[in-house]
């Protein structure tokens, strides 16, 4: 979503310092309220009315090479728990990464950590055929 430009933050606060209610400017501007109450407490703590800065992007923690590695683990061992491989990748590779982002480089190689059954669960029928 693309930050409110300056001519409108402008436009708001100046309506706002003649006197119209936060309400009636953002019917008016077709804005939130709460946008316009959010913009005047930062324009009187910080002095500040332009938008700040999106979030970052996430960079991959592992290169090509450390990813290949990886993918020899989990062929190896598929049943490696994500701490098990954090651990591998700090003592072998050096790389240093969290645990959430083992499980992003696991899963964009194609690898789950979905616990499954290679059989019908044993259970009993809550509905009994007989009737008695």
């Not at 009636?24 to 407490?41: G, M, T």
């Not at 190689?109 to 979905?114: I, M, Q, R």
């Amino acid at each position: 979503m693309k930050a409110y430009s300056m001519d409108l933050r402008k436009r708001v606060l100046a309506m706002c310092d003649a006197g119209h209610g936060t309400t009636q400017v953002a019917r008016l501007l077709h804005v939130s309220p709460a946008w316009i109450r959010r913009l005047k407490q930062r324009r009187r703590e910080d002095g500040q009315i332009a938008p700040r800065p999106s979030g970052g992007r996430r960079h991959r923690c592992l290169d090509d090479a450390q990813r290949q590695q990886l993918r020899d683990w989990l062929e190896q061992r598929p049943d490696s728990t994500l701490a098990q491989l954090q651990a591998k990748l700090a003592k072998h590779c050096k790389a240093r990464c969290s645990l959430m982002a083992v499980s992003r480089a696991a899963r964009s190689l194609g690898w789950s950590f979905k616990k499954r059954r290679f059989e019908p669960a044993n259970r009993i029928d809550p509905m009994s055929s007989n009737s008695d």
